[in-house]
């Protein structure tokens, strides 16, 4: 892996006392794409919180180390996080209409990171922003960039969103489901748009999802959590080609496929995640697993598949994983 520009070790975020994250370690290197994934509550958006320093009221890091070029960003304090965020760290999120401003125009908008960040007057960061505008694919960037989100469609918003995270060339962005709230087509332009920019200016991307398809079409690397662990971490290829997890057998065999104009989901995982109050003991995905025996009431540790480099795995029963279809 390229030098880590995310360095995540052993970090716990505590809620009410239980760990909604629990003891989780991953990097992301320069100009990587590293796709955290698994189902909605699981706690991947609760790291994406606590890396941006954005936990919720009621969440605090309850140990563990967040290292972003080397400094850890749980021991900087507010004042210096405020001064991270928007300028090496920064994040794009689910919702891009909801997260603009409504009252402010969209180039203002681009060009503030720069204006807060970096020594340029406003004119400067406004042409700035109108280039930025067009790199990402807004059409006639100088009128738009004099628009309110409002007048923009949800495609064009993410991508507004998209360039003010990127104007400033952060060393990491952070992508929570970047395209969840939008229409499939628009989903593959974001999508396709997103593997341009990889890698632009360096910036390495941790990119949060559900969506299995999504983790093909742009990831390097996957982490899959359950249960708020990483049960196994490889790269993509690795990943697809030999799960090594029943976890992330069964996710695989959720990814949508076309046929014809029809999309068919080939199955569901039975179950739900259970909320955090009710998670086993031992390894978590035993209420749902189909290869669960007593044996599984001890947590198994995270180790590396023999034969495989970089690819690791959380599970006992390793030989047996192949055998769910
Ligand atoms: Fe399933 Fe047991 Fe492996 Fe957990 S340790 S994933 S319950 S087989």
Redesign the pocket.
């Known amino acids: 892996m390229a030098e880590a520009v995310l360095d995540v070790r052993d970090l716990a975020v505590e809620i009410d006392g239980r760990n909604v994250v629990d003891g989780v370690s991953l990097e992301v290197g320069r100009s990587e794409v590293v796709a955290l994934v698994g189902e909605s509550g699981c706690g991947k958006s609760m790291i994406a919180f606590a890396v941006m320093g954005l936990l919720p009221a009621v969440a605090r890091v309850d140990r563990g180390q967040i290292l972003l070029g080397g400094e850890d960003l749980v021991q900087i304090g507010e004042e210096a996080m405020r001064q991270v965020r928007g300028d090496r760290l920064a994040m794009i999120f689910q919702e891009p209409v909801s997260s603009l401003n409504p009252l402010m125009k969209v180039g203002e908008q681009v060009a503030e990171s720069l204006v807060v960040h970096r020594a340029v007057t406003r004119q400067e960061a406004w042409g700035k922003a109108v280039e930025m505008l067009r790199k990402v694919g807004i059409p006639e960037p100088e009128r738009r960039a004099g628009q309110l989100p409002a007048e923009l469609s949800g495609g064009m918003c993410q991508r507004v969103m998209i360039a003010s995270a990127l104007i400033s060339r952060p060393r990491l962005l952070i992508a929570d489901e970047p395209t969840t709230a939008l229409d499939v087509t628009i989903q593959a332009q974001i999508l396709n748009l997103m593997k341009e920019l990889r890698g632009f200016g360096d910036t390495a991307i941790l990119i949060i999802t559900h969506d299995m398809g999504v983790v093909a079409d742009i990831a390097d690397r996957v982490c899959v959590m359950y249960g708020g662990r990483i ?1 196994e971490a490889a790269g993509v290829g690795e990943t697809f080609a030999r799960p090594s ?3 992330t057998r069964l996710l695989l065999g959720t990814i949508p496929k076309l046929t014809g104009e029809r999309k068919h989901l080939l199955r569901s995982i039975e179950g739900t995640v259970p909320d955090i109050a009710e998670w086993p003991s ?5 209420t749902r ?5 007593e ?2 009431a001890e947590t ?1 540790p995270f180790l590396p598949i023999p034969g495989d480099p970089g690819h690791h795995s ?4 390793l030989d ?2 192949g055998e769910i279809a």
């Open positions: 049960v997890h029943p976890y031992g390894c978590r995905f035993r697993c189909p290869l669960a025996d044996v599984c198994p959380a599970c006992w029963h047996k994983v």
